[in-house]
């Protein structure tokens, strides 16, 4: 069956540079949460889109955004880099909320982001 | 306190053993349980998901709920040395399709 596919899965950046994941959520799928995870660390989440339209925001940064497209793949937008922003960043998708219960979310394999 | 409270292990079991994994949560309100499995550097991956009161069986996994004491666990039947990775146990609070995570349980299962 078909997953989540992140791209890319390991990306270096220097301090103060900007990158950008991108995300494809499992055919059918609306909803795309994107989710950052330390070492040691359980995932935080940082914001979710639900039919292209933000439906979540959790713990992510003013310098991050990220938006979803009309084909539901997401792209996360990092700029001015820290070194705190390592960190292995997945994409879940699911397809939403059914009779008013959270449908399962499904992981992508992540990017790893080192910021040097 | 946080919202989810997982022992963080490591835990500890012999191969074929039972796995016994526990999860506590604050919002009574909750509806949606969920256990995956993260190998380290790996994605989270889906073993269970739970819903009701009571027991859920899929394979050697079951998942048990208990709404009015506030918890949640994984047993894992005839444990092997694949099975070595942290659980993460999830919730979803009243009225958020968005899950809290625990800080996940470190399995070992020895040969």
């Known amino acids: 069956a078909a997953g989540v596919i992140q791209s890319p899965r390991h990306l270096i950046k220097e301090k103060r540079e900007t990158a950008t994941l991108k995300c494809y959520p499992i055919?059918?799928?609306?909803?795309v949460y994107w989710y950052q995870q330390g070492p040691g660390q359980d995932p935080q989440f940082l914001i979710s889109f639900y039919e292209k339209m933000q439906s979540d925001k959790g713990s992510i940064p003013d310098r991050f955004s990220a938006q979803q497209f009309s084909d539901y793949h997401s792209e996360l937008n990092m700029s001015s880099l820290e070194l705190g922003d390592s960190a292995l960043y997945f994409c879940a998708s699911s397809l939403g909320a059914s009779g008013g219960v959270a449908d399962t979310q499904y992981f992508g394999p992540g990017t790893r982001l080192t910021v040097l | 306190q946080k919202e989810v409270e997982q022992n963080s292990g490591p835990l500890s079991v012999p191969e074929g053993a039972i796995a016994s994994l526990n999860c506590t949560y604050s919002?009574?309100?909750?509806?949606?349980f969920f256990w995956y499995r993260q190998y380290s550097g790996k994605s989270p991956e889906l073993i269970m998901s739970?819903?009701?009161?009571g027991d859920k069986e899929d394979g050697r996994f079951t998942a048990q709920l208990n709404k009015a004491s506030q918890y949640v666990s994984l047993l894992i039947r005839d444990s092997q040395p694949s099975d070595s990775a942290t659980y993460l146990c999830?919730?979803?609070?009243?009225?958020?399709?968005?899950?809290?995570f625990g800080r996940g349980t470190s399995l070992i299962v020895h040969p």
């Open positions: 919002d009574r309100g909750s509806q949606s």
């Open positions: 739970i819903y009701s009161n």
């Open positions: 999830a919730v979803n609070k009243e009225g958020s399709y968005i899950p809290t």
């Open positions: 055919p059918r799928h609306d909803t």
